[in-house]
């Protein structure tokens, strides 16, 4: 808070000056208090005090009612305290009061429509997702060549992108403004003719068709050994092309000149190989190409019959995916919701596995052009290699391309004005983050003109850093499970130990919620156990304990999953997941004593990218707890020096930033307080 002596000279120096401008006018002192209480709410909103903010806001607004500015201000703190609909009711209020055809109207018109779709109960059907080109990574521009007939296309985290060079004989790694970051072209002798990359773990597989041969590279893709050898044989290869992982890290080759799918263990030793000539109820392949491993099946599709065919990871045949229509089926790959991604000629289909169901999610270029390869990135978009066009086409939602990017200016920090730095948040319209943007796409502006000196500080995604807070259910449920408690404590401790994160807090969820230290806050004290331990209050402080942390950040709720009647009873569970999704807070669970997780558990997870994580799963739970490091985050750093004249730091200074991707945009407009002369 300002001390009195500070706000003393605040108050005179605001009254000095107004009297300035008014000469011998009567002095609005509704308009200085208003000014005033504005002025620590911005402050306390940067500090994320969102409480204190909505305080002052309405104190502010109490003196001036309607005014647009406090309005909007008064939003933005409603909508990070996760209280989405009350902050609706302030942008529509400042919209009006703007005039809905202003600048601020209609910027403020695009937020609330955003916000409000992701609240709708009745979200766009599936079935009518449609995507369209967005852009283009081309394999040449006039006489420069960056790559030439690809393939396959493998997506990164970061929002960049593997691309098999069959035609130029390497792998080139690309970022999201299609820029080439990097180029690997194998060992001594090189790659020979490469067609294929999947990853798994730390390692990277990529099929070379003229070579006979699989290379292990390692995750930045320098090469580490070889599997298998060209031949005729067990073990051997001739014109391996597709490749495919399952979930036990087993390798499946396809290997089109024996017309068959070979299969390898993690140590890259020989298993067994299947298909071949037909068999029993199997026709044989004809022209295997794509493939795809998913819970214990073995998806291949095979060219020439315009067939998937099944088969168990025993290489027992299972029968056909009865898919209709297929044009000349090549590149098979998994969504993470179970869908199956199909490149149809110049077609990208999702197929369901289950009930063979298929919608065409678009098309690249026309119908003599040959998609080999598809995937989805880390923004979701389509990736398509385009081998006879030579180059990788970029397909996004259409519904996206309309709405743009939804940008959000999440903090100004100016303690060290003149140099200002804000935090910038950059999600699509469904809130799922847009990662590997760099200075490149950003622009800050100040009072209608270019910042100066405008510098990209650093982006969330690049961290391999999360802060955790741990909230501990104490409730009956849980009190004989203490050893489970403290197993799972011990776990998220290691994870915090091997330097992948730091944690924060660890909150007791008893019916007076505290923060407890480790390791006597894993087991807690034995009043603590209460069957009306507040789940909410729990969450609220956990959640606070990490808004001034790491942009990666995640709550670990340990649980026998289930909540107790008090769970929401000052916070709702929309609100809860509201205002952990506003401020970028992962929501996962660790389950103790064999139960399975409630359904508002369940939600808050899905909402916010979590998991539910039995404590005694055969995987264990520290691997996954390690991998929220890698939780794609779409917040941003960039710093300016402000040219504005600050009033001796009275005066509200505007920012605005606008973000470009391809053929999209976004753009917020905010402003701030410099520290008082």
């Given at each position: 808070?300002?001390?009195?002596?500070?706000?003393?000279?605040?108050?005179?120096?605001?009254?000095?000056?107004?009297?300035?401008?008014?000469?011998?006018?009567?002095?609005?002192?509704?308009?200085?208090?208003?000014?005033?209480?504005?002025?620590?709410?911005?402050?306390?909103?940067n500090r994320y005090a969102f409480n204190e903010a909505i305080l002052s806001f309405e104190r502010a607004l109490s003196f001036r009612p309607g005014e647009a500015?406090?309005?909007?201000?008064?939003?933005?703190?409603?909508?990070?305290?996760?209280?989405?609909?009350?902050?609706?009711?302030?942008?529509?209020?400042?919209?009006?009061?703007?005039?809905?055809?202003?600048?601020?109207?209609?910027?403020?018109?695009?937020?609330?429509?955003?916000?409000?779709?992701?609240?709708?109960?009745?979200?766009?059907?599936?079935?009518?997702?449609?995507?369209?080109?967005?852009?283009?990574?081309?394999?040449?521009?006039?006489?420069?060549?960056?790559?030439?007939?690809?393939?396959?296309?493998?997506?990164?985290?970061?929002?960049?992108?593997?691309?098999?060079?069959?035609?130029?004989?390497?792998?080139?790694?690309?970022?999201?403004?299609?820029?080439?970051?990097?180029?690997?072209?194998?060992?001594?002798?090189?790659?020979?003719?490469?067609?294929?990359?999947?990853?798994?773990?730390?390692?990277?597989?990529?099929?070379?068709?003229?070579?006979?041969r699989v290379s292990v590279l390692s995750s930045g893709g320098d090469w580490v050994s070889y599997i298998g050898t060209r031949g005729l044989g067990d073990g051997?290869?001739?014109?391996?092309?597709?490749?495919?992982?399952?979930?036990?890290?087993?390798?499946?080759?396809?290997?089109?000149?024996?017309?068959?799918?070979?299969?390898?263990?993690?140590?890259?030793?020989?298993?067994?190989?299947?298909?071949?000539?037909?068999?029993?109820?199997?026709?044989?392949?004809?022209?295997?190409?794509?493939?795809?491993?998913?819970?214990?099946?073995?998806?291949?599709?095979?060219?020439?019959?315009?067939?998937?065919?099944?088969?168990?990871?025993?290489?027992?045949?299972?029968?056909?995916?009865?898919?209709?229509?297929?044009?000349?089926?090549?590149?098979?790959?998994?969504?993470?919701?179970?869908?199956?991604?199909?490149?149809?000629?110049?077609?990208?289909?999702?197929?369901?596995?289950?009930?063979?169901?298929?919608?065409?999610?678009?098309?690249?270029?026309?119908?003599?052009?040959?998609?080999?390869?598809?995937?989805?990135?880390?923004?979701?978009?389509?990736?398509?290699?385009?081998?006879?066009?030579?180059?990788?086409?970029?397909?996004?939602?259409?519904?996206?391309?309309?709405?743009?990017?939804?940008?959000?200016?999440?903090?100004?920090?100016?303690?060290?004005?003149?140099?200002?730095?804000?935090?910038?948040?950059?999600?699509?319209?469904?809130?799922?983050?847009?990662?590997?943007?760099?200075?490149?796409?950003?622009?800050?502006?100040?009072?209608?003109?270019?910042?100066?000196?405008?510098?990209?500080?650093?982006?969330?995604?690049?961290?391999?850093?999360?802060?955790?807070?741990?909230?501990?259910?104490?409730?009956?449920?849980?009190?004989?499970?203490?050893?489970?408690?403290?197993?799972?404590?011990?776990?998220?401790?290691?994870?915090?130990?091997?330097?992948?994160?730091?944690?924060?807090?660890?909150?007791?969820?008893?019916?007076?919620?505290?923060?407890?230290?480790?390791?006597?806050?894993?087991?807690?004290?034995?009043?603590?156990?209460?069957?009306?331990?507040?789940?909410?209050?729990?969450?609220?402080?956990?959640?606070?304990?990490?808004?001034?942390?790491?942009?990666?950040?995640?709550?670990?709720?340990?649980?026998?999953?289930?909540?107790?009647?008090?769970?929401?009873?000052?916070?709702?569970?929309?609100?809860?997941?509201?205002?952990l999704a506003n401020n970028g807070i992962v929501f996962h669970t660790v389950l103790v004593g064999g139960a399975d997780a409630s359904e508002e558990i369940r939600?808050?997870?899905?909402?916010?990218?979590?998991?539910?994580?039995?404590?005694?799963?055969?995987?264990?739970?520290?691997?996954?707890?390690?991998?929220?490091?890698?939780?794609?985050?779409?917040?941003?750093?960039?710093?300016?020096?402000?040219?504005?004249?600050?009033?001796?730091?009275?005066?509200?200074?505007?920012?605005?930033?606008?973000?470009?991707?391809?053929?999209?945009?976004?753009?917020?407009?905010?402003?701030?307080?410099?520290?008082?002369?």
């Amino acid at each position: 808070m300002m001390s009195p002596r500070r706000r003393f000279a605040l108050f005179a120096a605001l009254f000095f000056f107004t009297l300035l401008a008014l000469g011998a006018q009567a002095v609005d002192m509704d308009a200085l208090y208003a000014e005033e209480q504005f002025r620590i709410g911005v402050q306390a909103f940067n500090r994320y005090a969102f409480n204190e903010a909505i305080l002052s806001f309405e104190r502010a607004l109490s003196f001036r009612p309607g005014e647009a500015l406090i309005l909007d201000w008064l939003g933005r703190a409603y909508y990070r305290s996760g209280m989405e609909e009350t902050a609706l009711r302030q942008w529509r209020a400042a919209a009006q009061a703007y005039g809905w055809n202003s600048d601020e109207g209609m910027l403020l018109g695009s937020r609330v429509e955003t916000v409000g779709n992701r609240r709708g109960l009745l979200p766009v059907n599936d079935d009518e997702v449609r995507y369209v080109e967005a852009g283009r990574y081309p394999g040449s521009y006039g006489e420069n060549v960056y790559y030439r007939q690809p393939t396959a296309v493998l997506p990164l985290e970061d929002g960049s992108v593997w691309v098999v060079a069959y035609g130029s004989n390497e792998i080139v790694r690309i970022d999201v403004n299609g820029l080439v970051l990097d180029r690997k072209r194998g060992p001594l002798n090189g790659f020979d003719r490469p067609y294929d990359l999947v990853s798994w773990g730390d390692r990277l597989y990529l099929s070379e068709y003229r070579g006979g041969r699989v290379s292990v590279l390692s995750s930045g893709g320098d090469w580490v050994s070889y599997i298998g050898t060209r031949g005729l044989g067990d073990g051997n290869l001739l014109g391996p092309q597709n490749l495919a992982v399952d979930e036990d890290g087993y390798l499946y080759v396809v290997d089109y000149g024996n017309r068959r799918v070979v299969k390898f263990d993690p140590d890259g030793n020989f298993i067994l190989s299947f298909g071949g000539a037909a068999r029993g109820a199997f026709p044989g392949f004809l022209s295997p190409t794509g493939i795809a491993a998913r819970d214990g099946l073995i998806y291949t599709a095979d060219g020439a019959a315009k067939r998937i065919y099944v088969h168990d990871s025993n290489g027992a045949y299972r029968g056909e995916l009865a898919v209709r229509d297929l044009a000349g089926p090549e590149s098979l790959r998994f969504l993470s919701d179970g869908g199956l991604l199909v490149a149809d000629t110049n077609r990208i289909l999702l197929v369901d596995p289950y009930s063979a169901l298929v919608r065409v999610l678009g098309t690249a270029g026309n119908s003599r052009l040959r998609i080999t390869g598809v995937a989805m990135d880390a923004n979701g978009n389509l990736l398509a290699a385009n081998f006879d066009a030579g180059e990788i086409s970029v397909l996004t939602r259409l519904d996206d391309m309309a709405s743009g990017l939804f940008v959000q200016v999440e903090r100004v920090n100016a303690e060290n004005f003149p140099q200002v730095s804000v935090d910038v948040l950059v999600q699509d319209r469904l809130r799922r983050p847009v990662v590997g943007l760099d200075a490149r796409n950003f622009l800050v502006g100040e009072a209608g003109a270019a910042a100066q000196a405008q510098q990209f500080v650093s982006a969330a995604y690049r961290s391999a850093f999360v802060d955790l807070s741990v909230l501990v259910e104490r409730s009956p449920r849980t009190l004989p499970l203490r050893d489970d408690l403290e197993a799972a404590l011990g776990d998220i401790g290691q994870v915090v130990a091997g330097g992948r994160g730091r944690l924060r807090s660890v909150v007791s969820a008893g019916a007076q919620p505290r923060r407890e230290s480790l390791p006597a806050g894993a087991r807690g004290d034995l009043a603590d156990y209460d069957s009306l331990w507040r789940f909410d209050l729990g969450l609220r402080l956990a959640a606070t304990d990490l808004l001034a942390g790491e942009k990666r950040r995640a709550v670990v709720f340990v649980s026998s999953g289930e909540l107790s009647p008090a769970a929401f009873e000052r916070y709702g569970l929309s609100e809860l997941a509201a205002y952990l999704a506003n401020n970028g807070i992962v929501f996962h669970t660790v389950l103790v004593g064999g139960a399975d997780a409630s359904e508002e558990i369940r939600y808050l997870c899905r909402e916010t990218g979590g998991e539910v994580l039995p404590l005694y799963r055969p995987q264990g739970v520290r691997g996954a707890l390690e991998k929220l490091a890698q939780v794609p985050t779409g917040s941003y750093n960039i710093s300016y020096r402000s040219q504005l004249p600050t009033n001796f730091g009275t005066a509200y200074l505007p920012v605005d930033v606008e973000v470009y991707l391809m053929e999209r945009s976004g753009r917020d407009a905010t402003g701030y307080f410099p520290p008082l002369e």
